[in-house]
T-cell receptor, first 115, second 112 residues
Framework: AQTVTQSQPEMSVQEAETVTLSCTYD???????LFWYKQPPSRQMILVIRQEAYKQQNATENRFSVNFQKAAKSFSLKISDSQLGDAAMYFC????????????FGAGTILRVKS | DAGVIQSPRHEVTEMGQEVTLRCKPISGHNSLFWYRQTMMRGLELLIYFNNNVPIDDSGMPEDRFSAKMPNASFSTLKIQPSEPRDSAVYFCASRGLGGGYTFGSGTRLTVV
């Protein structure tokens, strides 16, 4: 079974600075998708960014980018120019491209942004 | 589109009572998922449906939990009898073919 590990329970960043959230995963599959979701205090789950495993190029979405290292099974999220609104719980998630339709989540990282 | 709609948003019930959580997926989405979120266990998949058929219910904790999807626009998650350890936030999500996942706002269940 696939597992997703987020080793940082909590991170802090100064407003306007850059922060990187870590994620590693374990799978024997070669084709899959990886995601980062944001959960603010409102509880809503918001997709931040998505990466297809077959793509070598790292995904970017405005201030959010990933460092996808397939051989190392690592998928970190970099937030540049951090804003107060970035404060939330961030979840890394995995989905097989072949077997099943479900997302497997990591335990989450709480990100605090200091003004 | 109103998104995935869950009700109620909050539920407080006494131990031993039956609880029913409801979900309306996005129209046209053919997959529906029920997740449970707790501090101790994070986000766990309880069950998911494809085209109204349960595909994987291996995450359902025990026989007290049951889920149904009688049609493409409605699903329920029932707990009977409820216990304090069932207290959690329950999310419903839906997904269309080749599309992304859309989560509802969740139901916070407190069993006292």
């Amino acid at each position: 079974a696939q597992t997703v590990t987020q080793s940082q329970p909590e991170m802090s960043v100064q407003e306007a600075e850059t922060v990187t959230l870590s994620c590693t995963y374990d799978t024997s599959e070669s084709d899959y998708y990886l995601f980062w979701y944001k959960q603010p205090p409102s509880r809503q789950m918001i997709l931040v960014i998505r990466q297809e495993a077959y793509k070598q190029q790292n995904a970017t979405e405005n201030r959010f980018s990933v460092n996808f290292q397939k051989a190392a099974k690592s998928f970190s999220l970099k937030i540049s120019d951090s804003q107060l609104g970035d404060a939330a719980m961030y979840f890394c998630a995995y989905r097989s491209a072949v077997y099943g339709n479900k997302l497997v989540f990591g335990a989450g990282t709480i990100l605090r942004v200091k003004s | 589109d109103a998104g995935v709609i869950q009700s109620p948003r909050h539920e407080v019930t006494e131990m031993g009572q039956e609880v029913t959580l409801r979900c309306k997926p996005i129209s046209g989405h053919n997959s529906l998922f029920w997740y449970r979120q707790t501090m101790m266990r994070g986000l766990e998949l309880l069950i998911y449906f494809n085209n109204n058929v349960p595909i994987d219910d291996s995450g359902m904790p025990e026989d007290r939990f049951s889920a149904k999807m009688p049609n493409a626009s409605f699903s329920t998650l029932k707990i009977q009898p409820s216990e304090p350890r069932d207290s959690a936030v329950y999310f419903c999500a839906s997904r269309g073919l080749g599309g992304g996942y859309t989560f509802g706002s969740g139901t916070r269940l407190t069993v006292v």
